[in-house]
């Protein structure tokens, strides 16, 4: 499995670019999973549902499954940060890429998705993780860099460099047990 990272501000375009990656490895044959961070409370199913139901009940899991899907629901009694290996262990192994969106201080190899339209600072000269730069506006960075810098608005270009580089995002999560 090769797991790669997309990290920069809100508003920079990550879950575009994610958005658009998926069906641009799929049409290569690969299967893509994601994990998203969430900075909020945030709720996948919904008041009256039978999952929302024995969620308020009390379950501390409640998993959903149909022919087509199945969702797990885990509610936490306290508040429990989750690293980005923990959520990685939960996906399931037959996956070649895992797409990481959010999680920018993590130890992951990442691409650092910025535009300079939005007025943010960049990360990679901070970041030894930056192993990438995605932005619509090369010209405007504002330090020189050695990494690839990749056009955020050519998903196929991003995801050429992904396959022809996988190599170095092969997931090893015996460094993270």
């Given amino acids: 499995m090769n797991v790669v990272g997309f990290a920069g501000f809100s508003g920079s375009g990550k879950t575009t670019l994610v958005e658009g ?3 641009a490895l799929k049409q290569r044959g690969l299967r893509v ?3 998203k961070h969430a900075h909020h409370k945030f709720d996948i199913d919904h ?7 024995h ?10 499954a149909s022919e087509n ?7 936490f009694e306290k508040p429990t940060v989750q690293s980005v290996h923990h959520l990685i262990a939960e996906l399931y192994e037959g996956v070649d890429w895992v797409l990481v969106e959010g999680f920018k201080s993590s130890d ?9 339209d939005s007025g943010q600072p960049v990360r990679y000269p901070d970041d030894d993780f930056v192993v990438a730069i995605a932005t ?29 580089n996988q190599e170095r995002f092969v997931y090893r999560s015996e460094l993270y047990a």
């Fill in 108 to 116: 992951l190899l990442k691409v650092e998705v910025w535009r300079a």
């Fill in 55 to 64: 969620r308020q009940a009390g379950a501390f899991e409640v998993v959903v």
């Fill in 136 to 164: 619509d506006s090369p010209g405007q960075l504002p330090q020189a860099t050695l990494r690839p810098v990749l056009d955020l608005n050519n998903v196929n270009a991003v995801a050429d460099w992904l396959v022809d």
């Fill in 21 to 23: 990656l998926i069906p």
């Fill in 47 to 53: 008041p009256g549902k039978d999952t929302w139901r």
């Fill in 33 to 35: 999973s994601v994990v």
């Fill in 69 to 75: 899907r199945l969702a797990l629901i885990r509610e």
